[in-house]
Nanobody, 129 residues
Framework: QWQLVESGGGSVQPGGSLRLSCVASGSSLDSYAIGWFRQAPGKEREGVACISRSGMTSNHTNAAKGRFTISRDNAKNTVYLQMSNLKPEDTGVYFC??????????????????????WGQGTQVTVSS
């Protein structure tokens, strides 16, 4: 069964860094556009960043720009979210999600508003002093 598994979350102080990983098992990840999302306590889930199948293009929300970087290594079936200069408002559960759209070019990413098909269970990120 194909599934996504996130890891790399944890507790850090403000200004710290974390690298989240999203690993696909059961099938190759290179057929899927990937997005990272997060959900803070008591809030709705929101997009963070997305990346094309090839990894050549990506997009980050305003909250993530300059601090977070999404990347992927298709040979390792893994997508990463490097987070730096973390702030307390970055606290939440982080999810990766995947979608396969046949009409999508390999260098095109899916917007974070797209209804992604597959979701991981999430990894907790806590930023606190």
């Amino acid at each position: 069964q194909w599934q996504l598994v996130e890891s790399g979350g944890g507790s850090v102080q403000p200004g710290g860094s974390l690298r989240l990983s999203c690993v696909a098992s059961g099938s190759s990840l290179d057929s899927y556009a990937i997005g990272w999302f997060r959900q803070a306590p008591g809030k709705e889930r929101e997009g963070v960043a997305c990346i094309s199948r090839s990894g050549m293009t990506s997009n980050h929300t305003n909250a993530a720009k300059g601090r977070f970087t999404i990347s992927r290594d298709n040979a390792k079936n893994t997508v990463y979210l490097q987070m730096s200069n973390l702030k307390p408002e970055d606290t939440g559960v982080y999810f990766c999600a995947a979608a396969s759209v046949t009409s999508l070019w390999p260098d095109d990413y899916l917007p974070l508003t797209y209804e992604y098909d597959y979701w991981g269970q999430g990894t907790q990120v806590t930023v606190s002093s």
